[in-house]
């Protein structure tokens, strides 16, 4: 009779039990740093949680190296986070500047002009370290852990590594998408735009085995949306941005009250941010396939 629970054959729990587990404890220590006072420094607090509770389902309920979870902190990976970062960035100013220019916003101030405040930087700073903190532990839970534990677990019978990975991102980013519906002003063209971002956030992760590049844009984007170019982020206001703007032109393109990510345009970002990935995979010259990592099984990976 076969065990629903545990694996004989892999010394462990199965791929849902493992993700029902990690879901809980996620959930948990993201609500523990709320006694915090200071809100930059909980989200601080809530990355450093998510990290050791990371390494410990790893190295102590999934049983894999830690060389797997995309958090080897080499220059590789400090590269590639580097051009994470300039990508969405870039792509998020594209947005902005053609908005701007068809007449879907206007300028209506800058954060300088914010009362005379000479200290207008602290709040955007404060945002900064809160977008990066959301960016590390949103792709740790959604790609880092989420993902490859549904790769390792629809890797069964007939269904190669490949697949099952190809499985696994459409899930995952299903399960991204889902994530943010009980955002202010979401829709279902929202959430269906934020499936397309898990995918997009997916693809250098399996194809690299490293979160750099995921971590930097999903960071990036939010910065540059929210903090930058006074754009909704998933449909929250961020007041103390770079530029305040006011959004005008048709919902279906602007997105409306949800920002950028909730209409056609973040759409057109999300593909052309995949064309710059696979332009800078072309340059440095890596291989546009699966990483070992989601090549292989479970199985196969530990008799090496």
């Given at each position: 009779m076969i065990n629903p629970i545990f694996n004989p054959e892999e010394l462990r729990l199965r791929a849902f039990f493992r993700i029902i587990l990690f879901t809980i404890l996620f959930i948990t220590l993201t609500i523990l740093p709320f006694f915090i006072p200071i809100e930059w420094a909980e989200y601080v607090m809530r990355s450093v949680?998510?990290?050791?509770?990371?390494?410990?389902?790893?190295?102590?309920?999934?049983?894999?190296?830690?060389?797997?979870?995309?958090?080897?902190?080499?220059?590789?990976?400090?590269?590639?986070?580097?051009?994470?970062?300039?990508?969405?960035?870039?792509?998020?100013?594209?947005?902005?500047?053609?908005?701007w220019l068809t007449g879907s916003l206007t300028v209506t101030g800058f954060g300088w002009h914010r009362n005379g405040n000479i200290y207008w930087m602290?709040?955007?700073?404060a945002f900064l370290i809160q977008m990066a903190s959301v960016g590390f532990y949103e792709e740790v839970m959604a790609r880092g852990y989420i993902l490859r534990n549904l790769a390792e677990g629809f890797s069964v019978g007939t269904i190669n590594p490949v697949w099952a990975a190809v499985?696994?991102?459409?899930?995952?980013?299903?399960?991204?998408?889902?994530?943010?519906?009980?955002?202010?002003?979401?829709?279902?063209?929202?959430?269906?735009?934020?499936?397309?971002?898990?995918?997009m956030?997916?693809?250098?992760?399996?194809?690299?085995?490293?979160?750099?590049?995921?971590?930097?844009?999903?960071?990036?984007w939010n910065f540059f949306q929210g903090g930058i170019f006074g754009f909704r982020v998933s449909g929250r206001r961020v007041r103390e941005s770079v530029i305040q703007i006011h959004q005008?032109?048709?919902?279906?393109?602007?997105?409306?009250?949800?920002?950028?990510?909730?209409?056609?345009?973040?759409?057109?970002?999300?593909?052309?941010?995949?064309?710059?990935?696979?332009?800078?995979?072309?340059?440095?010259k890596i291989p546009l396939r699966f990483a070992t990592s989601f090549s292989k099984s479970f199985t196969e990976k530990r008799e090496n």
């Open positions: 949680l998510i990290l050791g509770l990371y390494y410990i389902m790893i190295k102590y309920v999934d049983f894999r190296p830690w060389s797997e979870s995309g958090l080897i902190f080499d220059h590789t990976w400090s590269r590639e986070f580097i051009v994470g970062i300039g990508i969405a960035g870039s792509v998020m100013g594209l947005i902005f500047l053609v908005e602290f709040p955007v700073l499985i696994a991102v459409i899930i995952s980013s299903a399960i991204f998408g889902v994530g943010h519906a009980g955002n202010p002003n979401v829709t279902m063209y929202a959430l269906l735009n934020i499936f397309f971002a898990g995918i956030l997916a693809i250098p992760f399996i194809i690299t085995g490293r979160l750099a590049l995921s971590v930097g844009m999903h960071f990036s005008e032109g048709a919902d279906w393109w602007t997105g409306g009250l949800f920002g950028p990510e909730g209409g056609l345009i973040g759409v057109l970002g999300i593909l052309l941010i995949i064309l710059l990935l696979i332009v800078y995979f072309r340059i440095k």
